[in-house]
């Protein structure tokens, strides 16, 4: 059986009061959506950051485009780091200050990226 291991626990995490981690168990076995370390349904901070939504972002230096989200320090949780977050641009290695959101959807930016040009064939 496949435990989820914020649910569960690895033995080193702090020691949290026990009828949030009895509600956490209770969520993860009945099939809910585990969302992670800090997924409590009763305390909404209003400062929380780490469930942010992910956009479509283009690149200033190479001028690629990419989809997720850019690093960034939640006031709450200081010590939370999500591995997939860019800290900078997967082409080209420029620094966050020269990732800007970019300025259509991500669905846009596919169908662009897969669109086929007229006569394209012809002539190579």
């Known amino acids: 059986m496949n435990r989820c291991p914020h649910c ?14 009895n509600k956490r168990l209770d969520r993860c076995l009945n099939g809910s959506k585990c969302l992670g370390p800090n997924d409590e349904t009763d305390s909404v901070e209003p ?14 230096r ?11 320090t939640c006031p709450q949780h200081k010590s939370e780091i999500y591995l997939m977050d860019f ?4 082409y080209c290695a420029a620094p966050k200050s020269m990732i800007q959101i970019a300025k259509f959807t991500w669905e846009q930016i596919c169908k662009f990226e897969n669109a086929e040009l ?3 064939d012809e002539g190579l």
């Open 62 to 72: 190479c001028h690629q485009f990419f989809h997720g989200r850019l690093t960034e």
């Open 8 to 21: 569960f626990g690895t033995g080193k995490e702090l020691k949290r009061n026990k009828s949030t981690v």
């Open 87 to 90: 800290q900078c641009c997967p």
């Open 118 to 120: 007229p006569g394209g």
């Open 47 to 60: 400062d929380c950051i780490c469930h942010r939504p992910q956009h479509a972002y283009e690149c200033d």
